[in-house]
C-alpha cells in the first residue's frame, strides 16, 4: 500500500466514526477499497446487509443499482454512491416502459428480475433473484412459465437447472461476456491442476466449459475448502484481490485481464473520502417506485440464502 493509500484511508475511517457510516463494498471493487469496506460482499450480501444496519448513513461502493436496492430496504438512512457514473450497462439494457411492454405479451406470466436492474424496473417485477438464488427463486414461483429479465446469459443458465419454462430478456454483462471458451482452453493446458470456476453471467459456451459456476461470493467460500489449491477465475477481476488476501498459499488465476468492469473501477479511495466530506452524491428511490420495487426485493430474501 502506498503512503497516499494509507492516509486516505486513516481519514476514511476517522470520518466514517463522526457520520455514523457503515461502508459496504462489492466484491469487484479496487482492492485499497475493498480494504476499507465494513463488509465486503455479493449482491445478495449486501442488499441483506443494507436492510439491517444500524448506521445512519449507507457508502456503497458498487454500482448504482446496489445503492439503489440499498435505498429501498433503508429509506431513512443516506445512500451514497462515491461515483454517480458508476451504473451498469446491463442493467440498462431494460426499462420499465419496455418490461410493461413485454408483460402485455405474457399475461399472467411472473417476473422475475435480476437484481442487476433499476428500482423502476424491480417496481414492475414479481420478485428479484441475485446470481446466488436465481435456481431458488425461480424454483419456489408456482408458475412453470416466467418471464426473466434482463440477463439472458444468467437466464440461460438458470433454465439449465430447472424444469420451469423461461422467456429471457436479450441483457448480458459486456465485461462477462468477454470471457471466452479459448481462455479456458488455454488455461487448462497451463494449469492442468486448477479448478475452473466461472460466473453465471459468463455465456453458455463458456459455463459449459467450467467445472463449478458460483457467484462470487460463492467462489469466496468455495476458495477456502482446503482441497482448492489452485483455481481459475471466471469473472471480474477485482476478486482476485480478496481470495489472495483470504487465502494465502493458494493459487488464483485471472481468466483473462480483459474481465474488468469500468464502472466498478470508477470508486476511489479519494471519491470515498469526498462522499463522505460532502454527504454526496445521494442515491434516493422515490417513494411511489421503492413501495413497489419492495415488494419484490422482500420476496427475493424470504426465499434465503443459495450458492
Ligand atoms: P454477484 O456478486 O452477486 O455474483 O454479482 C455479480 C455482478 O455482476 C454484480 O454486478
Ligand atoms: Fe454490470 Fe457486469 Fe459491471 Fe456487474 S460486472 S456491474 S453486471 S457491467
New binding site residues.
Partial sequence: MTDREAELQDKILDLKKKRNAVILVHN?QLGEVQDIGDFIGDSLELSQKAARTDASVIVFCG?HFMAETASILSPNKTVILPDTHAG????NMITAEALIEKKKEYPGVPVVCYI?SSAAVKAESDVCCTSANAVKVVESIEATEVLFVPDQYLGHYVASKTKKKLVLWPGF????ARIRPEHIAQLRKEYPNAVVVVHP?CKPDVIALADRVFSTSGMIRFAQQEGVREMVVGT?SGIIHRLRKENPGKRFIPITEQAV?P??KLITLEKVLWSLEAMAPEVKVSEGIRIKAIAAVDKMLEAGRAE
Fill in positions: 469487484y454500482v451498469c450497462p446491463m442493467a442487476n454483462c459486456p465485461t462477462h453471467e471480474e468492469c464502472n466498478m
